[in-house]
């Protein structure tokens, strides 16, 4: 699935290119095809469905797209409609032309290239072989093309995946054409060096003519815009074009091409209708989450509210009468301390004796005089360097409104507890709160205590005392995700994520099933080394969720709790 890392980096990604370009990014339903019309561009939303090939996919189909409206010339495409087989060879010698300048001006869209190659060569493949009788047999007439271009395709290491995987049928009439096209390989080279949208159309000709004997006239649209296969397609299907959101005509690259029952199948191809990577998955929101954007997510610390957070703020929530300050001092210290001591002993270095090799140990010399060869030899000892201390640590709290009350005061109090612990022994910690702002849902994240922050017991009690006065709802999984995501960025070895909650995760019903995505939230921070914690209050729903979990019967348990767990964990 992904994660909110991987939506993290893609968002950027495709930031970058769309700033490259001077491309707009909509971004789009998610089962929709992504597409543009050389001014903008639509991206589907990314759902918790998401596979890493599926973002392979659509990062290939960015930066490709992104490269088209910086270097193609549409003004002269649309000039020649080229349509069928000659539509296919000048979009394959483009997209070869295109793809070379840009990963050659950017190194890390060629790794991004090579390894969209690797997918390329199956579907290639799968083509070669469907059941689709039609399908099959125009993939082997063109196959020649494909292997000839991949092949040319130098500056990636996978591109000759799809020669090694379509070599059994690379023969006969296909064998004699891939030796025909060798010949134009030193002209490839060049126009993609030096040449321009007329040079790639002469070398399309060419190779139209001299190798797959037909004719430049049959693969062009006329005056009427009738072109081989009948009226508007290469297909003899209807043209439907590439219609803005108010349904006029985009007048960009989406018009720009007709093409055959191929060209429609290829991900990153022009298409009459839409350009877009195919993809099969299905995009289900009732059974799959809509990960929320970067932008979605409402970051609030006590200095900094939003106003869409801040206007609906209960001004008259009163936290102090809970005594939350007095509790931390009478109680906090005590609890803290032990734990304090615990770790510090903890994080001291030690020695191993016995060894083979490190430092000579005099009281270990006697065994030398064993007369036992595998004995004499551990005369030595070695320093072990405690990691206690290389460990980042968030406790994420639960703000939704049924922790209102002495719950959400006590959550304070265990917060405050554990911040007074962690800090004399310098392990990086941050204390976040989640929940959702009431018009459009979106996540909120509470910034207690960030790392490398140094926030005051009466800052740290103030933050929570102004998030009392919103407390919504809760979708669990896009706070683990956010707090998976902080935790990344660290450079510690040891990673770990407390949550405090006291019921199931509800919000954003509109995204989809947010239980389901919370436990692939979890299960995805588990998988990348993250020590996940859930610490139920007074509700055993954490069991249903968390792999590591404990619940507390009384509020009275919660702070000592939550030092236990970071004891364990440390």
Not at 300 to 325: A, G, M, N, Q, W
Not at 433 to 454: A, C, L, M, Y
Not at 532 to 544: A, C, E, K, L, T
């Amino acid at each position: 699935m992904a994660n909110m890392l991987d939506v993290r980096q893609f968002e950027t990604y495709v930031s970058a290119c769309a700033r490259n370009s001077g491309v707009h990014v909509t971004w789009d339903a998610p089962d929709s095809t992504p597409r543009t019309d050389g001014r903008s561009m639509w991206i589907p939303r990314i759902t918790s469905s998401a596979t890493e090939e599926w973002l392979q996919r659509i990062r290939y189909y960015v930066k490709h797209e992104t490269s088209h409206i910086v270097h193609s010339d549409f003004v002269f495409l649309n000039k020649k409609k080229p349509t069928g087989l000659l539509a296919l060879i000048n979009n394959l010698i483009e997209d070869h032309r295109i793809d070379y300048r840009n990963d050659k001006e950017y190194k890390g869209d060629s790794d991004i290239s090579n390894d969209y190659w690797r997918l390329y060569a199956d579907d290639v493949e799968k083509r070669a072989k469907s059941s689709d009788a039609e399908l099959s047999e125009q993939q082997l007439l063109t196959l020649p093309l494909f292997i000839w271009d991949s092949e040319s395709r130098d500056w990636i290491g996978s591109s000759g995946m799809v020669h090694a995987a379509m070599h059994e049928h690379a023969t006969g009439d296909c064998a004699d054409k891939l030796e025909k096209l060798a010949a134009y390989t030193d002209d490839l080279v060049e126009v993609r060096e030096y040449g321009d949208a007329q040079a790639v159309w002469d070398l399309s000709v060419r190779i139209l003519t001299e190798v797959f004997d037909q004719q430049e006239e049959d693969h062009v649209q006329d005056e009427k815009g009738k072109g081989e296969g009948g009226e508007g397609t290469a297909d003899g299907g209807s043209d439907t074009g590439a219609k803005g959101k108010d349904g006029s005509e985009s007048g960009g690259k989406d018009d720009i091409i007709k093409v055959d029952k191929l060209m429609e199948s290829i991900g990153h191809e022009h298409k009459a209708s839409r350009t877009g990577i195919s993809y099969t998955g299905k995009f289900d929101t009732r059974g799959e989450y809509i990960i929320p954007r970067s932008d979605e997510y409402i970051i609030c610390s006590l200095k900094d509210i939003p106003p869409k957070v801040s206007k609906y703020l209960d001004p008259k929530t009163d936290f102090k009468r809970y005594e939350v300050e007095a509790f931390i001092t009478s109680n906090a210290h005590s609890m803290s301390s032990r734990l304090r001591i615990k770790l510090q002993t903890r994080s001291r270095d030690r020695y191993e004796y016995g060894k083979k090799k490190g430092k000579l140990h005099n009281g270990s010399l006697h065994k030398v005089l064993s007369g036992d060869d595998g004995l004499s030899s551990r005369v030595f000892r070695q320093r072990v360097v405690s990691d206690t201390t290389d460990t980042a640590v968030v406790l994420l709290v639960d703000c939704s409104g049924s922790m209102s009350g002495r719950k959400y005061a006590m959550a304070c109090a265990g917060a405050g507890t554990f911040a007074e612990a962690l800090k004399p022994l310098n392990i990086p910690f941050a204390v976040y709160g989640f929940t959702n702002e009431i018009i459009k849902d979106d996540p909120v994240i509470w910034h207690f205590s960030d790392f490398g922050q140094r926030v005051s017991t009466a800052d740290l009690i103030a933050g929570f005392s102004v998030a009392a006065g919103g407390l919504w709802e809760n979708t669990d999984g896009d706070a683990v995700a956010y707090a998976h995501y902080r935790l990344t960025q660290r450079k510690e070895k040891r990673k770990v994520l407390l949550v405090l909650s006291d019921g199931a995760p509800h919000g954003r019903v509109r995204a989809g099933n947010i239980a389901a995505y919370t436990k692939q939230a979890i299960a995805s921070a588990e998988a990348s080394g993250v020590d996940v914690y859930g610490i139920g209050i007074m509700d055993r729903s954490v069991q249903q969720f968390y792999k590591k979990h404990v619940v507390v019967s009384s509020l009275g348990e919660l702070a000592p709790t939550i030092l236990n767990v970071v004891d364990r964990s440390i």
